[in-house]
């Protein structure tokens, strides 16, 4: 197995120092040396999360990969000291992981999204990665659905599964059942089934460059975005300076790896 990236706590969060390459040719170890492992993306959502919910913190500490999934986490890593290298969205990586996967003969689960969506996300992953096998399920489960659902993902034996119900529920949701799963990488990845299916259209190149694409989110999902990013992107930035005054008084030296309470 490779070597575990450099981590540390960001606000509330541990976040892995890790480039695209590596994280793509961690999870190629993972199916290549089966048991069971968990990567997530962070963002100041999560860690805010992370900050207030001490389950939540440990499920993101049990995970073998927490990557950088936000501008803002970037940021908050390299004033901490840490040596984050770049932003990893979900959003993107995506599709370097569906084309080894294709490539290497590696199923991919879709689940999670509303009823559609994650068809029709895992129809465009095969439109555009020739040879890539994908089976998949909403995120509306019955009480009776559940042991149907895990049976199925069984039978289909994917090397990888993405599991988009949302931040905490998809972290609860894999913890819950990771003894039950025989899949070698499980990443939790929100809501890529509907940017994957055209319900929404990415930012500008340049909002994305600029780290605003949290913005260009709030303006086409209000309703469902507002507290989060102008109630918790402050609260992020609060959090933060708390973090950098008492790595202050410390002195300096290793990455803070100080959390929520």
């Known amino acids: 197995m490779r070597l575990r990236p450099r981590r ?3 606000v509330g969060a541990p976040v892995d120092a890790v480039t695209e390459i590596e994280l793509l040719d961690t999870i190629d170890d993972w199916i290549r040396d089966g048991g069971t492992h968990v990567a997530v993306g962070v963002n100041a959502n999560v860690c805010n999360l992370a900050w207030r919910d001490g389950s939540f913190r440990r ?9 950088a999934d936000g501008q803002s986490v970037v940021g908050a890593a390299r004033l901490l000291g840490h040596p984050v290298p770049a932003r990893l969205a979900t959003t993107d990586i995506v599709h370097p992981v569906a084309a080894r996967a294709a490539a290497n003969g590696v199923r991919v689960f879709l689940f999670g999204g509303r009823p559609g969506v994650a068809d029709r996300a895992a129809e465009r992953l095969r439109r555009e990665n020739p040879g890539l ?4 399920h909403d995120g509306y489960l019955g009480a009776d659905d559940l042991p149907r659902l895990l049976a199925r993902i069984d039978d289909f034996a994917p090397g990888i599964l993405l599991v988009g119900l949302g931040d905490p529920a998809q972290q ?6 990771r003894d039950r799963l025989a899949v070698p990488a499980v990443l ?37 975005l507002a507290r989060r990013y102008l109630i918790g992107n402050p609260a992020f930035v609060l959090r933060l300076g708390r973090q950098l005054l008492r790595a202050g008084r410390r002195g300096r030296g290793e990455p803070a790896v100080g959390g929520g309470s």
């Open 188 to 224: 939790s990845c929100g809501g890529l089934f509907d940017w994957l299916a055209g319900e929404h259209r990415r930012a500008p190149a340049w909002m994305i460059r600029a780290g605003l694409e949290w913005l260009w989110r709030l303006v086409i999902e209000p309703r469902r």
């Open 133 to 136: 096998v994908t089976a998949q």
């Open 8 to 10: 540390a706590r960001v």
């Open 172 to 177: 609860h949701w894999i913890a819950e059942h």
């Open 59 to 67: 499920r993101l500490d049990d995970a073998e990969l927490c990557y």
